[in-house]
């Protein structure tokens, strides 16, 4: 079972920028679509940003214009780039890979977190105003 490893989550005032990356050995290549995800306390999880094989984007309208997801396939690694922050954005985050029933970053949008079947362990972004 693959296990994906994230990094790059902390604290930050307003405004600024995080970087999250996440890497797991060959799981790139065995999923269509990868995404990521956060909790805030009291909520539910909720997908903010996918990437599909054909490099197409998706994003919540929460982060749009903020937040960019990309990822490297030598790498194995996926990113999440977290721009113009706010508190509203404090939350556990996670990356995670879509099963087969997800093959555009869209449709991981619709889906949320109904096909995923790989997770990070998740790592923490906490936004000071």
């Known amino acids: 079972q693959v296990q994906p490893v994230e990094s790059g989550g902390g604290s930050v005032q307003a405004g600024g920028s995080l970087r999250l990356s996440c890497a797991a050995s060959?799981?790139?290549?065995?999923?269509?679509?990868m995404g990521w995800f956060r909790q805030a306390p009291g909520k539910e999880r909720e997908v903010v940003a996918a990437?599909?094989?054909?490099?197409?984007?998706s994003y919540s309208d929460s982060v749009k214009g903020r937040f960019t997801i990309s990822q490297d396939n030598l790498k194995n690694t996926i990113y999440l780039q977290m721009n113009s922050l706010k508190s509203e954005d404090t939350a556990m985050y996670y990356c995670?890979?879509?099963?087969?029933?997800?093959?555009?970053?869209?449709?991981?949008?619709?889906?949320?977190?109904?096909?995923?079947?790989?997770w990070g362990q998740g790592t923490l972004v906490t936004v000071s105003s």
């Open positions: 995670a890979a879509y099963g087969g029933q997800v093959a555009t970053a869209r449709e991981a949008l619709i889906d949320n977190d109904k096909y995923v079947d790989v």
């Open positions: 990437i599909d094989s054909d490099g197409s984007t």
């Open positions: 060959g799981w790139i290549y065995s999923h269509y679509c």
